[in-house]
T-cell receptor
Framework: DVKVTQSSRYLVKRTGEKVFLECVQD?????MFWYRQDPGLGLRLIYF???????EKGDIPEGYSVSREKKERFSLILESASTNQTSMYLC???????????????FGEGSRLTVL | KQEVTQIPAALSVPEGENLVLNCSFT??????LQWFRQDPGKGLTSLLL?????REQTSGRLNASLDKSSGRSTLYIAASQPGDSATYLC???????????FGKGTKLSVKP
C-alpha cells in the first residue's frame, strides 16, 4: 500500500516561531503537494512539487516555503508562524502520468498546527 | 477558473438506504475525477478514480459515474452502514502538473 507519512500529528507553536512540517512517501511518486484545510474553506493548495528541487506555488503560498531535496520527502516551512496559520495541514503524493497530469492522489494523516 | 461544487453539504439517512452524492464542475476539460472519504481529524482516503475517458468506476458498494459534457459526477453508496458516516469529497484534475481542485464535501451521517 502507498504510504504518506507526516512527521507530526499535533503541534503547538508560538507566534514568530519557525515551523517545519515533514512529509515522506514510499511509492517513488514524482508529485507531492501541501494543502491546508479550514472549516468552510475546504482544501487549499499551498505548494506542490513535480520533481526534486522543483516547486510551484499553489493558491495560498504567502507565509510558506517548501523544500524538496529528495524525491520521497517534501517539507513545508513556516518562517515566522502566525495565528492565522492555525490549521490542518495535509500532504499528498501522486504518480505523474504520461500526459504530465496527476494520477491517483494519496494523503497523509494530517498535521494539526495551533499557533498561539 | 475551475470550480467544484458538492450538494448537499450534509446528509442524514437511515441505515440500509441507498444514496447518491453529487459533484459538479464548471470546466469539462478535466483529466480525471477522484472521490475521497475523510473521517474527523484524519487525512483523506482515496475511494475511486475515474479517468476522463471512463464513464464509471466501482469498488464494493461504491459506484462513481462521470458525465464530462454536463460537468457532473455522482457517488452511489449501496446499502449504507453507520461506518459509512464521514465527509465525502470530490476533486478534479485538469491541465499540466495535475493540480486538483476540490469541492467542499458532503458530510454523511448514517443512523443505525
Amino acid at each position: 500500500d502507498v504510504k504518506v507519512t507526516q512527521s507530526s500529528r499535533y503541534l503547538v507553536k508560538r507566534t514568530g516561531e519557525k515551523v517545519f512540517l515533514e512529509c515522506v512517501q514510499d511509492m517513488d511518486h514524482e508529485n507531492m503537494f501541501w494543502y491546508r484545510q479550514d472549516p468552510g474553506l475546504g482544501l487549499r493548495l499551498i505548494y506542490f512539487s513535480y520533481d526534486v528541487k522543483m516547486k510551484e506555488k499553489g493558491d495560498i503560498p504567502e507565509g510558506y516555503s517548501v523544500s524538496r531535496e529528495k524525491k520521497e520527502r517534501f517539507s513545508l516551512i513556516l518562517e515566522s508562524a502566525s495565528t492565522n496559520q492555525t490549521s490542518m495541514y495535509l500532504c499528498a503524493s501522486s504518480q505523474i502520468t504520461r500526459d504530465r497530469a496527476a494520477g491517483e492522489l494519496f494523503f497523509g494523516e494530517g498535521s494539526r498546527l495551533t499557533v498561539l | 477558473k475551475q470550480e467544484v461544487t458538492q450538494i448537499p453539504a450534509a446528509l442524514s439517512v437511515p441505515e440500509g438506504e441507498n444514496l447518491v452524492l453529487n459533484c459538479s464542475f464548471t470546466d469539462s476539460a478535466i483529466y480525471n475525477l477522484q472521490w475521497f472519504r475523510q473521517d474527523p481529524g484524519k487525512g483523506l482516503t482515496s475511494l475511486l478514480l475515474i479517468q476522463s475517458s471512463q464513464r464509471e468506476q466501482t469498488s464494493g458498494r461504491l459506484n462513481a459515474s462521470l458525465d464530462k459534457s454536463s460537468g457532473r459526477s455522482t457517488l452511489y453508496i449501496a446499502a449504507s452502514q453507520p461506518g459509512d458516516s464521514a465527509t465525502y469529497l470530490c476533486a478534479v484534475t485538469g491541465g499540466s502538473q495535475g493540480n486538483l481542485i476540490f469541492g467542499k464535501g458532503t458530510k454523511l451521517s448514517v443512523k443505525p
